[in-house]
């Protein structure tokens, strides 16, 4: 049993990461080579979402506070089984994944609410519950006018982890998604130096001084990919005037997405 | 969960949500209430219209049961459809009936998605000697209603998820040739022309170039989607279906 929370800011990509998981549900890329079978309704939901939304040139729905959602139950819950194929010769990593899809304002609101009773915290205290292995923590804006932000953000979420004493025993994958970008593209094949290390330089630093090292790790994430092996354009469109928040696939017959379950991979592990 | 429609008097709001329920349908069926129910309820004969909605309401809530057939399968949804009279958008009205433009601002704050629908302006009708000119404000009017708009949309609605904004009675515009405009968007699960980023870029190319600047305001909001814009006119099924099919993508299927 794998319990895994993702979370992130706002638009960051959470929801629209599960869907291009379930949709590539037996992939072979020249990276890694899964099997995603949906264990529940909410999941099997996902891969619709993918084919009429992603596919058909829209985008996905935020996930918010209010509209379905008032407490922790309301939260979408997935539960897949992933088949993690290693190699010709080395058995396949099973793992059954639990994952919550958190709303994006929680996360960012944590820095705002002191009150002990708020919904934020109650679902922050989901987050980091007793059995809950990690979390995959999503970042998408890479502008370094963020990183204060970020670094801020983050205190506060081990601050919160020390106080439930999980500060030891809890694993952050932290991601860049939508490494598709051409400014950021580059970076995904060592993200801690050359996209942390370069744009985050702060939120870098708390979470290496505060982190055992084996409970740490970056990741690069791209869940629309670019357009080909020889094409690094990226395979997006942004929606005018959203200022890159809102984006479409380009090309769906192209759609190829980069490093989707390498962090899952490694969460998992023990 | 429900689906508004909001726009100025006489736009059509009332037409096309009747119309919606034709039986003539293709990749959206009505299935609750009948066509012949909602046109005895609607329709005036003798005038060969819609009946103008009656103000002394600020919503008219309806149930239906709408099937849409989606990409991933056919997608059975249980809606309210919520008509507002245009009546209210005069600030006369808003400030002679304060409470029931309350009871408007709190349908429309918790609807699931709002169906925008605006009029053709006066440059680009067709000259034909029936329709009447002055019944279509200008350009400049249409332009600065649309601030009003922004206005409404980032102060009175700022949670709104999903505006599919239609530039209604498409038949009138001058070179619109509504068989040719539904063969470029037309809609099909499986082997569409176009996708929902490509049909909306054709009709704002086409049609919302003189408010882009305003389209961006509503896009530039942190939470919710972006504004995607229709054609639609009740004379072809094609492109009012589009619309629904692209805001049923979003609904929850029936539990």
Known sequence: ?270 | MSIIYIGDRETGKTSLALELANPSSQNVHVLYPPYSQLKALLYRDDLGRTQSTDANLATYDRNIEVEVTLPAGSKKIHTTWIDTPGEIWRSSWQKTNPELWNTFLEAARNSEGVLLIVPPYREIIRPDDRIDLDDFVTQQQWIHRFDRWVDFFQHDCPRIKHIALCLNKADLICGVDLKQEAQQLAYHPYNARKNWMQRHDYVFKRFFQPVRSQLAQLNQRASGLAVKCFITSIQNRELLELPWIYLGTYLQHES
């Not at chain 1, 996905?60 to 290693?86: C, M, N, W």
């Not at chain 1, 330089?201 to 970056?218: E, H, I």
Request: charged fraction near 25%; aromatic fraction near 12%; proline fraction near 6%.
């Open chain 1, 1 to 270: 049993m794998g319990n895994i929370c993702i979370i992130g800011p706002r638009a960051s990509g959470k929801t629209t990461y599960l869907a291009g998981l379930s949709y590539f549900n037996d992939y072979a890329g020249s990276r890694s080579s899964y099997k995603v079978q949906p264990l529940n309704d909410d999941a099997c939901q996902l891969v619709e979402m993918a084919e009429n939304t992603i596919l058909q040139g829209s985008s996905i729905a935020p996930t918010r506070l209010g509209d379905r959602i008032h407490t922790v139950d309301d939260l979408p819950y997935y539960s897949f089984q992933i088949e993690i194929r290693k190699g010709l010769f080395k058995p396949p990593n099973i793992l059954q994944l639990n994952v919550r899809d958190y709303p994006g304002e929680v996360f960012e609101k944590i820095l705002q609410t002191n009150h002990e009773d708020t919904i934020y915290t109650e679902f922050i205290d989901e987050c980091l519950m007793a059995d809950v292995e990690g979390c995959l923590l999503l970042f998408t804006e890479w502008e370094s006018s963020k990183d204060a932000f970020y670094s801020k953000l983050l205190s506060r979420f081990i601050a919160m982890m020390d106080e439930r004493d999980r500060l030891k025993n809890y694993r952050l994958a932290v991601a860049m998604s939508k490494c598709e970008r051409g400014e950021i593209w580059p970076g995904r094949l060592d993200p801690e130096t050359d996209l942390f290390g370069v744009y985050l330089k702060k939120t870098l630093k708390t979470l290496k001084g505060k982190l055992p090292p084996q409970n740490l790790r970056f990741f690069a994430m791209s869940t629309f990919g670019v357009l080909g092996r020889y094409d690094p354009r990226p395979n997006r469109i942004d929606d005018y005037g959203s200022g890159g928040r809102a984006s479409v696939l380009r090309d769906s017959p192209r759609w190829n997405p980069y490093n989707l379950i390498e962090p899952l991979d490694w969460l998992h592990r023990s």
